[in-house]
């Protein structure tokens, strides 16, 4: 359950909807499973937030270029 909380507020991809199947799908007896898919949703967010950071940071820059008199 708390799996899917966490993916609820990411933006939908094609790899969101995979995990989400992937929990519904799990069995939930299957602990060694279950720690897998954790890990690898949370590989999957560090990813995403690592690439939101970049942009920022990219989106920054630009503006700080823009705002500079020529």
Do not use: F
Not at 50 to 69: A, E, F, V
């Amino acid at each position: 359950m708390r799996l899917l909380q966490v993916l609820q507020n990411s933006v939908y991809s094609e790899e969101t909807v995979k995990y989400k199947q992937s929990i519904a799908a799990a069995e939930h007896v299957d602990l060694q499973s279950i720690m897998k898919l954790a890990e690898n949703i949370r590989t999957y967010l560090d990813k995403r937030i690592d690439s939101q950071m970049c942009g920022i940071s990219r989106l920054y820059k630009l503006i700080q270029l823009i705002k500079s008199p020529i």
